[in-house]
């Protein structure tokens, strides 16, 4: 408890993240590129750094929640950026969604520190994140990980050690894939029953009162049914994640090709301006593939 945490990226995820570390008692300084995002934070009471640099010179434990590799290498790499600032014999935890590869890439760049890396990847989306109930995917020393149990679960409801450095990121893979398809099978079939004249309240209804009516189709029935999507995962960050999936997969010599077609759909909701929408708005991709004549 008396560990200085800093943390850096306060998006959807982040901001709601960050906060629960305060709650619990951390001390606790954040950094985001966009100055706005910090301000509730900072009427809570959290330090604001300006520079990433700044934050690291302060923190023993440094946690990164950015969109992927591009933003970590800028927070890394930049004049103002944690590298230069020599953050020698701390601790970072990537809870950023990138490849295992990226990761282990990331941990070769940073050994000559002496930096200890945790790639802690999350399961679960704003409101889980909200509420402090996400699931931690961890990589890593199983000490350290162990050493973090208390941290961790200032955001999360369990941690799950996956393996060596860089396999929390695997395990991230092989869920954002199954929630992927699973969303994409969804929207699929609502997208059918609109096509027969069917009641696509009546089809979520009956799905919801049987054997598939899992966590997810329940979390985002609302939004199926107003047609509505207010963003808890960018579809954007889903055409992202995918692509590391795919990569991932292509090294381990794993055949996926349902995560192939979906990821098509996804970057095609991106390319239909829907990416800063939930990635629910998949259904939207669809619709527009439909054969028009038919309607
Ligand atoms: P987000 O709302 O888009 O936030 C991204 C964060 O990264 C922001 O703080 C943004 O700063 C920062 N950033 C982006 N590019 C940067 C750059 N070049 N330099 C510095 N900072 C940069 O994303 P999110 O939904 O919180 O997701 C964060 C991570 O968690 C992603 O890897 C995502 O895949 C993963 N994830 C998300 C969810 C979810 O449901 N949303 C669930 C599980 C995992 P600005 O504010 O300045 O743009």
């Known amino acids: 408890m008396s560990q200085k945490i800093g943390f850096i990226g306060l998006g959807i995820m982040g901001q709601p993240m960050a906060a629960n570390i305060h709650t619990r008692g951390y001390e606790l300084m954040v950094f985001n590129r966009t100055k706005d995002k910090a301000k509730e934070l900072a009427g809570k009471g ?38 230069p600032a020599n953050p020698s014999e701390k601790i970072i935890i990537n809870m950023s969604t990138v490849s295992p590869s990226y990761t282990l890439n990331l941990k070769n760049c940073l050994a000559p520190n002496s930096i200890t890396l945790i790639d802690a990847p999350v399961s679960g989306s704003k409101k889980p994140a909200i ?65 027969l004249n069917l009641d696509k309240d009546l089809l979520l209804d009956s799905i919801l009162a049987g054997p598939l009516g899992c966590g997810l189709f329940q979390l985002k029935s609302g939004m199926l049914k107003q047609n509505d999507f207010p963003v808890q995962f ?49 259904k939207k991709t669809l619709e527009a593939l439909n054969d028009k004549q038919n309607m």
Not at 158 to 187: D, H, I, P, R
């Open 234 to 282: 960018p579809l954007k960050h889903m055409a992202k994640d995918l692509r590391f999936v795919l990569q991932t997969a292509d090294e381990a010599g794993a055949a996926v090709p349902a995560a192939h077609a979906v990821f098509q759909l996804f970057r095609q909701g991106v390319g239909l301006g829907n990416g800063d929408l939930d990635f629910a708005a998949v």
């Open 46 to 83: 959290v330090l604001v750094a300006e520079t990433p640099a700044e934050l690291v010179e302060w923190a023993d434990i440094i946690i990164l929640m950015l969109t992927g590799p591009e933003a970590i290498d800028d927070v890394l790499y930049s004049e103002n950026g944690i590298l």
């Open 131 to 195: 509420d402090g109930s996400l699931i931690i995917l961890t990589g890593g020393p199983k000490q350290a990980i162990d050493d973090l149990e208390p941290l961790f679960l200032s955001m999360g409801r369990k941690v799950v050690y996956c393996g060596k450095t860089g396999q929390g990121s695997a395990m991230k893979m092989t869920v954002n894939l199954l929630l992927a398809v699973m969303m994409e099978g969804l929207c699929e079939s609502l997208n059918l029953a609109q096509q």
